[in-house]
Structure formats: structure tokens, C-alpha cells
T-cell receptor, first 113, second 116 residues
């Protein structure tokens, strides 16, 4: 079945710097890769996603890149702000459990003022 | 629209007690899910319901049962709670398109469960 690894587990950056979180997946059939942000005590919320027919997608300060050959995808946050501090989860689609996702273990991002 | 709602928000049980977590969505989604979230382990799927009237096991189903009461509601039951079931439980829903077309999952606010 699908296995998703995520690195680093914790990341601290200075406000205004960039942050990069990387994920790898194992199932070559995976074709949808969402990223969720979870603030402390809150529910996970989708921030960006990418499908396998594109290599990069941007939304303001957030971008995601996908390398299907290497089976890895990354989240890039530019000009980080304190409100970017949260836990970020990557996920990859799987058909093992209907149409569902396997989530990575998460990255705790701290943006220091 | 309230989106996805869950009750209760917090619960403390003793080992062996039973309880049901409730989930409802008002987005007319076909698919609903129950996850548990433990530190350092991300979100793990317990059970899912692809459509009204169907339920299937996910990655970690042992010790749980579910009921898809109607299109809106999907409940999770712990028949005999164990300390290993201490976790935060999230319900989610999504609209699933064609066979290989995935969509965003919308999450509820979560239930923090402690089993003593």
C-alpha cells in the first residue's frame, strides 16, 4: 500500500524567510497530492493541492512542486509570516481504501518574529 | 453552512466504557471518513463510507464500528474503550468525482478522547 514520508518533522525559520517541506510517496499510481495546514487545536484545512498532470502550482506565497519520476513533492512558502506557524501535512491519493489519502506524519513550522 | 460538525468536543472514558461520536455534514457530500490523530503519526483512517448505505474499513479499524445513518450523518462507536484509543478523532467529508478523481476533504473540529 501507499506510504508517505515527510521531512523535516520540525522547522524553524525567521519571519520573511522561505520554508520548504518535502514528501515522498511509494505508490506510482497516486495522482493527487494535497497539503493541509493545522493550527494548534484546530481542524486540518486544505491550503493547496496538485494533480499528477502538472509539475508545479502556485497560490500567492505558497507553491507545490511534483516530481512523479522520483515520487516526491514539496511545499514552498515564501515571505513567511507568524500566522504561517502550524503543522503541515502532505498526503497522497490511494485506492487501498476507496478514494482516499494517506497522510504524512506532519511538519511543525515555527516562524520566529 | 455549518460544514462538518462533531459532538462531543471532549470526552473522558474509563476502560471498558462505550460511547458514540457523532458527525454530520451539510454539504451534500457522498463520502465521509473517520480519522484518528496521534502525535507524530499524522491522520490515520479508521473507517470510511463512500456513499449512503456503505461502510468499509480503513487502516486502523480494530476496536471501532461505524454507522452511516443517512447521507448527512456518520457515527463512530467504541464498544469497549481502551487506553490505546486515547486520541483526537476527526470526521471528514468529500464529494468524489469519477473513479480516479480525488477532491478536497473537509474536516470537522475534532473530538478529544481520553480513556483512563
Amino acid at each position: 500500500g501507499e506510504n508517505v514520508e515527510q521531512h523535516p518533522s520540525t522547522l524553524s525559520v525567521q519571519e520573511g524567510d522561505s520554508a520548504v517541506i518535502k514528501c515522498t510517496y511509494s505508490d506510482s499510481a497516486s495522482n493527487y497530492f494535497p497539503w493541509y495546514k493545522q493550527e494548534l487545536g484546530k481542524r486540518p484545512q486544505l491550503i493547496i493541492d496538485i494533480r499528477s498532470n502538472v509539475g508545479e502550482k502556485k497560490d500567492q506565497r505558497i507553491a507545490v512542486t511534483l516530481n512523479k519520476t522520483a515520487k516526491h513533492f514539496s511545499l514552498h512558502i515564501t515571505e513567511t509570516q507568524p500566522e504561517d506557524s502550524a503543522v503541515y501535512f502532505c498526503a497522497a491519493s490511494t485506492k487501498n481504501y476507496g478514494q482516499n489519502f494517506v497522510f504524512g506524519p506532519g511538519t511543525r513550522l515555527s516562524v520566529l518574529p | 453552512n455549518a460544514g462538518v460538525t462533531q459532538t462531543p468536543k471532549f470526552q473522558v472514558l474509563k476502560t471498558g466504557q462505550s460511547m458514540t461520536l457523532q458527525c454530520a455534514q451539510d454539504m451534500n457530500h457522498n463520502s465521509m471518513y473517520w480519522y484518528r490523530q496521534d502525535p507524530g503519526m499524522g491522520l490515520r483512517l479508521i473507517y470510511y463510507s463512500a456513499s449512503e448505505g456503505t461502510t468499509d474499513k480503513g487502516e486502523v479499524p480494530n476496536g471501532y464500528n461505524v454507522s452511516r445513518l443517512n447521507k448527512r450523518e456518520f457515527s463512530l462507536r467504541l464498544e469497549s474503550a481502551a487506553p490505546s484509543q486515547t486520541s483526537v478523532y476527526f470526521c471528514a467529508s468529500s464529494e468524489v468525482g469519477l473513479v480516479s478523481f480525488f477532491n478536497e476533504q473537509f474536516f470537522g473540529p475534532g473530538t478529544r478522547l481520553t480513556v483512563l
